[in-house]
């Protein structure tokens, strides 16, 4: 059976899944019943002075009668009084020793940081997270996002934290930034031993088109939220990735953002994150979640032979390149399979609208009353689009065609005129 | 039209298949894959853009997709109900290659219909008045398909119906479980809402009112008079009391009572689906023993294998391969049905005469054609009692044009719609041409 043990930015946990720092592990009793289902780690909920918040807090995005596709909030840290969160944490901690307890934190000033510090690692949290991340809210009053726009303010708050943490301590990004990398940079500047990402993206998540309010609705007005949820993996993936290749950045990474299961799981810690960080599915399906992110993430490693986490994490970053690297001459086109075709011309009307005309009307009917599509290999681009829309599973594959070209970049090309084979799909 | 009577014997029929509920509705119509020239609506004779429909309930767009059922097909809200949806869309949804369930198109546009006549949206105004005017025979579903879209042409319309209730089979012949005759008389409202569509019964043609006046009155002519009375056996004993047509008693149980708390056991003779139909009808109002007589066996029943299959879960019985020769009767009233066994080429076996005991007999053998009552209009073509047209309708004689069972020799209400839509569309091609 495949070890799930982790250690992240020096924070060791029983398997990779932490909660992330929002609802919930906004309480003793929350994170106890958490670590009960599995979870091996928590960020607690951010701590910092108590603040008051709205009714109602969260939003979200309905796809194909699913709700919460995209999921957006106006909450902001905790509203608890710092002493029953602190107590909350020891007692969490005293229970559960061999699980990660990380402590989210979000205050102004130094002598602040110092005081809030001190106070979480008696508590016995295993390392600090520093919200420099929240895109609502705090940010208006120069904390949050604020900080995480800034590389000079991350880097001096994070020589702060270090200043005073003797646990490790990770910095928490804002994917609302251009270019993830120098914010990255920044924290890794200031000594952070870490960083976890992404938080929440600066979003709207929709208008109530019966009052005509944007959502979610505060007494007839509305503000900017956090996105969040399945919608902003790609981001996500992509900020993690990008610090991963990235050969100045040598940090340890927290992945986070759109997590759903073990599958999404897999491709943070494939792309380099060493722990992954999890709120809105249990939002929407509760702490339970977990079971099958064990079993599944333990299943795959056991069927691909890997024995320790370590063999995985990052293992996909090599793949990951610029556009000028990649093979120009490589050439796929679309198979299919005409036993399995349902005859739903989706592939057809996709390829012909969106893509570039090769998928033709077939004209006979199978055996089963099915008129199957036609690829014309010879223009099919090799673009996946009818792959796509297929609705039957194995029915269109992409087939390796050998077309006699020797691999050629774009790189290649331009830089010392490298043959590259002739363009299809292009209608002349 | 006279008002249908509360306690009329179809009232105790709930829905056979109950309407969706709207998560239920916009879950299914998530499912919908909106394949392109979809096999769904190549499979519907109105040819509705089904996955188009679908995707508008599924945006929550219900008048717009109420509004693409009625494009196609102005009788939408009944065939969602009484469409063998089995046999035509959903039969031919390509989720049954995939063995998957295949979409619920038929309870879908009732929800999509439903909203609309809830809604009381209309849709159509009559066009402006053109001057022509078109008298239409019959005010069953192909007439009142052709008369809806004349109005939207802008050509008067005049609908003769020799019964009170209009509507025709829709309102007099649908099982109750897939629709009360109430329905059906809501959408014949609810068609005439466009304005202009005048109708008089108890007009019967030819001998009330004669095809030479009816050509004098209008410019053009559409014929949709359906079939005739239920066919009988010419058996010894068919007068006896007890002895109904299936036709004739399913209209009487839609529109007014009929009395089975006395029958022990009903007999249905026939094999397609008014006989199965019946069959059912009789189940459901309470009749604890019916019995189907049919001359052939399971495999080539004419009816519905569908319909069949529920027919069965509710208890009905059959004897295969048996020829009724007559029926025997005590004080006027039949008592049994007196039989002989059909071999496997439906020839009698020798010998194998015997009773099978009946109260009540209903014949759904088929009903008589009507294409005789045209004989006074030359050009007009009859074959096999079906007036002969062409795929738009149009009859050998200028101006004249016909649609639905009296035509088809009887389909589906679907059919119909069609027929009496596109012959619609041909007489408006006519009168534009400057035809009669």
Redesign the interface.
């Known amino acids: 059976m495949a070890d799930l043990t982790t250690t992240c930015a020096g924070i060791t946990s029983p398997n990779p899944f932490w909660l992330a720092s929002a609802p919930p592990t906004n309480s003793g009793e929350q994170v106890l019943r958490a670590f009960d289902a599995g979870w091996g780690g928590a960020v607690w909920k951010t701590l910092g002075q108590p603040i008051q918040n709205v009714s109602s807090r969260f939003g979200a995005i309905q796809y ?2 699913v709700g919460g596709v995209g999921f957006n909030n106006i909450e902001l840290i905790t509203d608890r009084p710092l002493e029953a969160n602190f107590r909350e944490i020891a007692e969490v901690k005293k229970r559960w020793p061999k699980n990660a307890l990380v402590v989210s934190l979000m205050v102004e000033s130094r002598e602040e940081w110092k005081e809030i510090i001190a106070r979480s690692e008696d508590a016995g949290a295993d390392g600090l997270e520093l919200n420099f991340g929240c895109p609502h809210g705090m940010c208006e009053r120069g904390m949050g996002s604020a900080v995480g726009q800034e590389p000079v303010v991350n880097e001096r708050i994070t020589s702060w934290a270090k200043e005073f943490a003797t646990k490790p301590v990770l910095v928490k990004l804002t994917p609302n930034v251009g270019d993830i990398v120098p914010h990255g940079l920044a924290a890794q500047k200031g000594g952070a031993d870490g960083v976890s990402l992404i938080n929440t993206i600066k979003s709207i998540i929709g208008v109530d088109l019966d009052s005509l309010t944007p959502r979610p609705m505060v007494g007839g007005r509305s503000t900017n939220g956090g996105y969040c949820g399945a919608a902003v993996r790609p981001i996500a993936l992509h900020m993690v990735a990008a610090l991963a290749r990235d050969p100045r950045f040598r940090l340890p990474i927290s992945g986070i953002g759109g997590i759903t299961d073990w599958r999404d799981a897999l491709e943070f810690l494939l792309l380099g994150s060493s722990s992954v960080q999890v709120c809105t599915e249990v939002m929407l399906r509760g702490y339970r979640i977990v079971e099958d992110m064990i079993e599944g993430l333990e299943g795959w490693m056991d069927a691909r032979g890997f024995e320790r986490l370590d063999q995985l994490v990052g293992r996909s970053v090599p793949a990951f390149t610029e556009w000028g690297e990649l093979d120009l001459n490589y050439e796929i086109v679309a198979k299919i399979d005409a036993d399995k ?6 592939c ?2 996709a390829c012909h609208d969106g893509a570039h005309q090769c998928i033709h ?1 077939g004209t006979e009917l199978t055996a ?1 009353g ?1 008129r199957v599509p036609v690829v014309d290999e010879a223009e099919c681009v090799g673009c996946n689009l009818c792959q796509i829309v297929c ?2 599973q194995g029915c269109i594959t992409m087939a390796q065609v050998d077309n006699g070209f020797a691999p050629a970049t774009w790189n290649e090309h331009v830089g010392h005129g490298a043959t590259l084979r002739p363009k299809k799909g292009s209608h002349g | 039209m006279p008002a249908l009577p509360a306690d009329r014997s179809e009232a105790v029929f709930a829905d056979f298949k109950p309407a969706l509920d709207d998560n239920q509705a ?2 299914e119509a ?1 499912r919908c ?7 769904c609506i190549r499979a519907c004779p109105t040819s509705i853009d089904i996955p188009g429909f679908i995707r508008k309930i ?1 945006t929550g767009n219900l008048t717009g997709s109420a509004r693409t059922i009625f494009e196609s097909n102005v009788l939408g809200m009944s065939c969602a109900r009484v469409c063998p949806v089995e046999v035509l869309c959903v039969g031919d949804c ?2 049954n ?2 063995g998957v369930p295949p979409i619920q198109i038929g309870k879908l546009q009732r929800y999509a219909t439903d909203h609309a006549y809830r809604q009381g949206t209309r849709f159509w105004q009559a066009g402006p008045d053109t001057g022509r005017s078109v008298g239409l025979v019959g005010a069953g579903p192909a007439s009142l398909a052709c008369a809806h879209r004349l109005r939207r042409f802008g050509h008067a319309v005049t609908i003769y119906e020799a019964r009170e209730v209009l509507g025709g089979l829709n309102s007099t012949g649908i099982a109750p479980y897939k629709m009360p005759a109430d329905r059906a008389i809501e959408e014949v409202d609810w068609v005439r809402s466009i304005g202009g569509i005048e109708v008089q019964t108890g007009v019967n043609v030819p001998t009330d009112l004669g095809w030479a006046e009816l050509e004098q009155r209008h410019d053009a002519l559409f014929i949709g008079i359906g079939l005739g009375p239920d066919s009988r056996l010419q058996a010894r004993g068919e007068h006896l009391q007890g002895i109904h047509g299936a036709v004739d008693w399913i209209e009487r149980m839609k529109l007014g009572k009929v009395d089975v708390s006395k029958v022990q056991t009903a007999v249905v003779i026939g094999g397609g689906n008014t006989a199965i139909d019946a069959v059912r009808e009789l189940l459901g109002l309470g009749v604890s023993y019916v019995k189907l007589l049919y001359r052939g066996v399971e495999a080539g029943m004419p009816g519905y294998a569908h319909e069949w299959a529920s027919a069965k879960k509710e208890g009905a019985r059959v004897v295969w391969r048996v020829q009724p020769l007559g029926f025997e009767g005590h004080g006027g009233r039949v008592t049994a049905v007196r039989c002989m066994r059909l071999d496997r080429n439906k020839q009698p076996i020798e010998g194998s005469e015997h009773t099978i005991a009946a109260d009540l007999v209903l014949l759904a053998i088929g009903q008589g054609k009507l294409g005789g009552l045209v004989s006074g209009l030359d050009g007009v073509q009859v074959e096999g009692g079906r007036i002969v047209a062409d795929a738009a309708g149009a009859t050998g004689r200028p101006g004249v044009y016909a649609g639905g069972d009296c035509v088809n020799g009887g389909q589906e209400v679907v059919n119909a719609v069609a027929m009496g839509r596109d012959a619609a569309v041909a007489i408006h091609s006519f009168l534009s041409a400057g035809g009669r």
């Open positions: 194909r009668g075709c349902i005859g739903c011309q989706l057809m009307v009307p089963a099915v609705p039957v | 916009r879950v998530h894959l909106y394949c392109h020239d979809a096999p599924a390509v989720y290659h995939m």
